[in-house]
């Protein structure tokens, strides 16, 4: 088959997705060709050459000149998309792409888990006061500016689909992960985002080392350092005459370092990186971290307990950590306190016995991807122009069923 795959890739999972479906399209003989947007995306650029990125115009000086190159791209992919002609499109998140897609009637197939909340029947109690955020984030997932042919939603939570064309699959981690063998340390890893770090005080207080991994900015927000200044005098009076360096776009290592706090007996901080995270997390002895499904789902297949303190305010993150707890993998906690660190570190040999035990009744992303496929077989084919006389009398015989108000 030849197949379209667009992702925006604004975060790890997206492009550990990316980069996994790639590998097995070209184990199985499928053409493929990839679009892609987001500063991860310069990886896959220089990789395959061939690859199209939308660099969104941000920086447009005028509306009409956003309007312009956004048309420019549309017309070249357009046009690359039409010399392709794929048989699917593999959807993650990429808005731009999918509107290329629908003008030339590409078949659809998403791959981007946001449509768990609108096709999942969630068999956790759901109280009112976070009933009201449940309903934002299926409000925001109706706005998405497509509708698929079929979904495939990667996630670690075990809850019914009502709909025949969606399916939740496992997520996609990286082969390094699933290749590991965890042993148990007697360190915890913690996630420490800035609403947490003042509470990673606590593990001193209950003397349990904690290993804390601290998201810092990774790029300067100045791009250039002033060398010298001095005044000279000039046919309009003194003038001050500046000499100023430029600097590399990246902070250097050694500049980030000095972003962290002082480590302490019991607390070890350390640069957050997706590749530190998952190489700290084998030898973990549980974990402390907010309701990232993939930092869960690599947990889980690590066999690592979870204490899961959501970000503020976050739904899905509210959502994952209570099916942890639902589960029997770990604790929801919403804040960090002394109570909640000692009864969980008293419980974790329960979560680890449950772990070690735990099999998903969920497809691999990968089958749920081969089950999907076939459907897709036939180059798409433009459909016949219709008068609004014909549309209308199609529209009056198509059958009803109820899956209507599935998003757009």
């Not at 956003?66 to 998140?93: C, I, T």
């Not at 955020?133 to 075990?158: C, D, G, T």
């Amino acid at each position: 088959m030849r197949i379209v795959i667009a992702s925006a890739l604004d975060k790890f999972n997206s492009v550990t997705r990316l980069w996994e479906t790639i590998r097995y399209l070209t184990s199985q003989s499928h053409e493929w060709h990839v679009v892609g947007s987001g500063k991860a995306f310069e990886a896959v650029e220089k990789q395959y050459p061939d690859s199209f990125g939308v660099n969104y115009p941000r920086d447009a000086e005028t509306e009409a000149e956003r309007e312009q190159l956004l048309w420019q791209y549309n017309s070249d992919l357009e046009a690359k998309l039409q010399r392709f002609r794929p048989h699917v499109m593999l959807l993650d998140g990429e808005y731009f792409a999918s509107q290329v897609a629908q003008k030339l009637k590409i078949p659809i197939l998403s791959i981007d888990p946001q449509h768990l909340f609108h096709f999942a029947r969630f068999d956790i109690t759901i109280p009112p006061t976070q009933f009201a955020q449940l309903m934002e984030v299926k409000e925001s997932v109706k706005q998405i500016p497509y509708r698929a042919s079929h979904y495939l939603m990667p996630n670690f939570i075990q809850a019914p689909i009502r709909s025949k064309r969606a399916m939740l699959t496992q997520p996609v981690l990286p082969q390094d992960t699933l290749n590991s063998e965890p042993t148990r340390g007697d360190k915890m890893l913690a996630f420490a985002w800035p609403s947490l770090q003042e509470d990673l005080a606590l593990f001193s207080l209950v003397e349990q080392p904690v290993l804390a991994h601290i998201p810092l900015r990774k790029q300067r927000q100045k791009r250039e350092r002033v060398l010298f200044e001095r005044e000279v005098s000039g046919s309009e009076g003194q003038l001050l005459r500046r000499r100023k360096e430029r600097l590399p776009q990246e902070l250097a290592p050694a500049e980030l370092d000095l972003q962290l706090p002082p480590s302490t007996r019991h607390v070890t901080y350390k640069i957050a990186g997706h590749e530190s995270w998952s190489k700290d997390l084998v030898d973990a002895r549980a974990v402390l971290i907010d309701g990232n499904p993939v930092t869960i789902a690599e947990a889980i297949a690590l066999k690592k307990p979870m204490l899961v303190i959501p970000k503020p305010d976050d739904f899905p993150q509210w959502c994952f950590g209570q099916y942890v707890e639902h589960m029997g993998l770990g604790e929801y906690h919403p804040h960090l306190t002394r109570a909640a660190l000692e009864g969980f570190l008293n419980r974790q040999d329960r979560y680890l016995d449950k772990l070690t035990s735990y099999q998903s009744q969920s497809p691999t992303f990968f089958e749920g991807l081969d089950q999907a496929l076939p459907q897709f077989q036939t180059p798409h084919q433009r459909k016949p122009h219709r008068t609004p006389l014909q549309r209308k009398s199609v529209a009056g015989n198509r059958p009803s069923t109820d899956e209507s108000n599935e998003p757009e």
